[in-house]
Every structure is written in C-alpha cells, then in structure tokens.
C-alpha cells in the first residue's frame, strides 16, 4: 500500500517502480533466522498461465544450482500462505520472476557468495546482457513437495545429517535430548529426499522447525 505502514510503502515501490518496469525480477534469499538451507532455485508457479514458464526454466538452469523447485500454483511454502508474496503478485501481472536461495541469515555465508555471482553472471548471459554464451544445467534435480520435520520435544537439538543429504524414509535426521532426562528423541525422515534445510539453533521448543526434506 501507498499509504500504509513503512514496510508496506517500501513494498509498494520496490514493485511498482522496478517489478512491473522490469523484463526479469531476479529475488536473492537466505533462509530464516536460525537456520541454513542448500543452494536451489523457484520454478513459481510451475504452469504457464502467464506464458512465461520457459523463460523462467531458463534462468532457472542458468543460475545453475542442483536443486529447483518447482512450485504447485496456490501451495505453500512449508506452513506460509505466498499469496502477497513478490512472486505472485509479478506473475499475476505476467511479469516472470527467478528466486535463488542458499545459505544463512543474518551473516555472510562466504561458501555461497560465489555461486551468487557466477549465478548472476550466467543468467545475464542468457538473457544477452552479457557477452558469451550461457551455460544451462539440464540436469537440476526437480522437487515438488516440502516435508516439515517437526520437534516433537524440548531440549538439546544434534543434527545426524547434512545439508544436500539424500535421505530414505524412517531415517535419522537428528535428536533432541531432554536436558533434565537425557532421553533421546529422534526425528526422522517423513519420504525419501533430500535434505533441503536444518536447523542450527539448540536449544529448540516444541515444534520447532528441524528440518525441510524435499522430494
């Protein structure tokens, strides 16, 4: 809104002078506070309604990461509603946009800068705003479906995966341990998958989000 609080007047702007302006939106993100997530890519929403799916795929395998999600139009994103999300407020007015996220918030993470860069570069060039020939990956790994790994106690959070771990169903991702039982709670995995996001905090409440298994 124009007239509304701060942030809503920021995002106003943001999208009526630079979105709606813009032949291609390119949405850099880290995950949320507390946690660290693996490189992938938005595919959002995977149909083409807006007549932009191809070129959104193309910048998608430009920006070269393994993992790309591809977005059911209307699904959440784990328990959030996207629908005044930047995404879909551009592709309501057909306006294509390519989100990446990878590493964590709060802090740079130098293992993921890089690939931001060289991301960012390839993409330019396949829309030929660079010069030399983009590069695609044609074998990025597509997903669909986010299964939230849930705690289902208090305590002492160990992770027993890493991030980018092809997981199968029923297996240990990690245990929270009771601080005044030291009884182990473990956490395992809801479908075969790959482990797309943990948690770093510790201690951890229950319900706390430990992990995002993607298939």
């Given at each position: 809104?124009?007239?509304g609080v701060?942030?809503e007047?920021?995002?106003?702007?943001?999208?009526h002078?630079?979105?709606?302006?813009a032949?291609?939106t390119?949405?850099?993100?880290?995950a949320?506070?507390?946690?660290?997530?693996h490189?992938?890519?938005?595919?959002?929403p995977?149909?083409?309604?807006?007549?932009?799916?191809?070129?959104?795929?193309?910048?998608a395998?430009a920006?070269?990461?393994d993992?790309?999600?591809?977005?059911k139009r209307?699904?959440k994103?784990?328990?959030?509603v996207?629908?005044?999300?930047?995404?879909?407020q551009?592709?309501q007015?057909?306006?294509p946009v390519?989100?990446?996220e990878?590493g964590?918030a709060?802090?740079?993470?130098?293992n993921?800068?890089?690939r931001y860069?060289?991301?960012?570069d390839n993409?330019?060039r396949e829309?030929e705003?660079?010069?030399g020939?983009?590069?695609?990956?044609?074998?990025?790994?597509r997903?669909?479906?986010?299964?939230?790994?849930h705690s289902?106690?208090?305590?002492?959070?160990?992770?027993?995966?890493t991030?980018?771990?092809e997981?199968?169903?029923?297996?240990?991702l990690?245990?929270v341990?009771?601080v005044?039982?030291?009884g182990?709670?473990?956490?395992?995995?809801?479908?075969?998958?790959?482990?797309?996001r943990?948690?770093?905090?510790s201690p951890?409440?229950?319900?706390?989000e430990?992990?995002w298994?993607?298939?």
């Open positions: 809104s124009a007239h701060l942030s007047r920021i995002a106003h702007i943001l999208f002078e630079f979105v709606l302006k032949d291609v390119v949405d850099f993100h880290s949320l506070t507390g946690c660290n997530i490189p992938f890519v938005y595919v959002d995977d149909d083409d309604e807006a007549g932009t799916l191809d070129l959104r795929i193309r910048m395998q920006f070269g990461t993992l790309a999600y591809h977005k209307g699904s994103l784990g328990t959030s996207m629908t005044g999300s930047l995404t879909t551009a592709e007015r057909k306006k390519l989100t990446a990878m964590e709060d802090r740079i993470s130098w993921v800068v890089g860069v060289d991301g960012g993409m330019l829309l705003m660079l010069p020939k983009a590069v695609r990956r044609t074998d990025q790994r997903f669909s479906t986010i299964g939230l790994v289902e106690h208090a305590g002492l959070f160990h992770p027993k995966v991030l980018g771990q997981v199968q169903k029923g297996q240990l990690g245990e341990v009771d005044f039982t030291h182990a709670h473990p956490s395992v995995a809801p479908n075969d998958g790959v482990v797309l943990i948690m770093l905090n951890v409440m229950t319900g706390a430990l992990f298994v993607v298939w």
